[in-house]
């Protein structure tokens, strides 16, 4: 059973930081790509960052530069570090993983406040 458990937003102000966590669990995680979505109420989830396998990294034109995804294989985690915070980073944070397209965690909100 997959299960992809966030971890790590919260309130904070514009210009801030974060780091946003993933554990999974029931995959093999070190040959799956692994990406950060977001989501706000009333908007189609969209993707912020993945990292392949081998740590090929790609982010959404709206956070490069500021966000930074990482991997840690032995723990089965990704990261989201995420400075220089806007109000338009404000959403819940999901991980995923792209063999299981369809199994999501509870996700981690993000609120930035201006």
């Known amino acids: 059973q997959v299960q992809l458990v966030e971890s790590g937003g919260g309130l904070m102000q514009a210009g801030g930081s974060l780091r946003l966590s993933c554990v999974a669990s029931?995959?093999?995680?070190?040959?799956?790509?692994m990406s950060w979505y977001r989501q706000v109420p009333g908007k189609q989830r969209e993707l912020v960052a993945s990292i392949a396998s081998g740590g090929v990294t790609n982010y959404a034109d709206s956070v490069k530069g500021r966000f930074t995804i990482s991997r840690d294989n032995p723990k089965n985690t990704v990261h989201l570090q995420m400075n220089n915070l806007k109000p338009d980073d404000t959403a819940i944070y999901y991980c995923n993983a792209r063999s299981y397209p369809r199994s999501w965690g509870q996700g981690t909100q993000v609120t930035v406040s201006s």
């Open positions: 029931g995959i093999i995680f070190s040959k799956n790509i």
